[in-house]
C-alpha cells in the first residue's frame, strides 16, 4: 500500500519560504489521478490549499494562497512539492498531503481523496 509521507515544515518568519514535499512510499505517484495539499489551522476546519489534476495537468490554488504557493510534481524523485513563498502568519497550520486514483469531480475538493499523509507543521511568526 502506498504512503504519503510529508516533510519540510517548520518555523518560519514573516515572509520566509518553505518547501513541503509528499514522497510517495511504497509505490509510485503515477498511480494517482489527482493530488493536492490540504492544511488546517488551530480552531479551524481544514481546507484545501492547492491540487494538481495529472489527467489534464492543470493546478488549482486557494484564493488565500495564489500567487504565493506553488504545486509541483517530481515523477523521477517520486515526490510532490508545495513551494510557499511570501509566508504570513496566517499560513500557520498542519499542512497534509492527499492523493487518489480517480479525477472525480475535482482536485480542490477534499471529499475526493482517499489517501492522505500524517501532515507537518507550518509556523509562520510575526
Known amino acids: 500500500q502506498v504512503q504519503l509521507v510529508e516533510s519540510g515544515g517548520g518555523l518560519v518568519q514573516a515572509g520566509g519560504s518553505l518547501r513541503l514535499s509528499c514522497a510517495a512510499s511504497?509505490?509510485?505517484?503515477?498511480?494517482?489521478?489527482?493530488i493536492g495539499w490540504f492544511r488546517r489551522a488551530p480552531g479551524k476546519e481544514r481546507e484545501a490549499v492547492a491540487c494538481?489534476?495529472?489527467?489534464?495537468?492543470?493546478?488549482l490554488y486557494a484564493d488565500s494562497v495564489r500567487g504565493r504557493f506553488t504545486i509541483s510534481v517530481d515523477n523521477h524523485e517520486n515526490t510532490v512539492y508545495l513551494q510557499m513563498n511570501s509566508l504570513k502568519p496566517e499560513d500557520t497550520a498542519v499542512y497534509y498531503c492527499?492523493?487518489?486514483?480517480?479525477?472525480?469531480?475535482?482536485?480542490?475538493?477534499?471529499?475526493?481523496?482517499?489517501?492522505w499523509g500524517q501532515g507537518t507543521q507550518v509556523t509562520v511568526s510575526s
Open positions: 511504497g509505490g509510485t505517484l503515477g498511480h494517482y489521478a489527482i
Open positions: 494538481i489534476d495529472r489527467t489534464d495537468r492543470s493546478t
Open positions: 492527499a492523493a487518489d486514483t480517480l479525477e472525480g469531480y475535482g482536485c480542490i475538493l477534499e471529499f475526493e481523496y482517499g489517501s
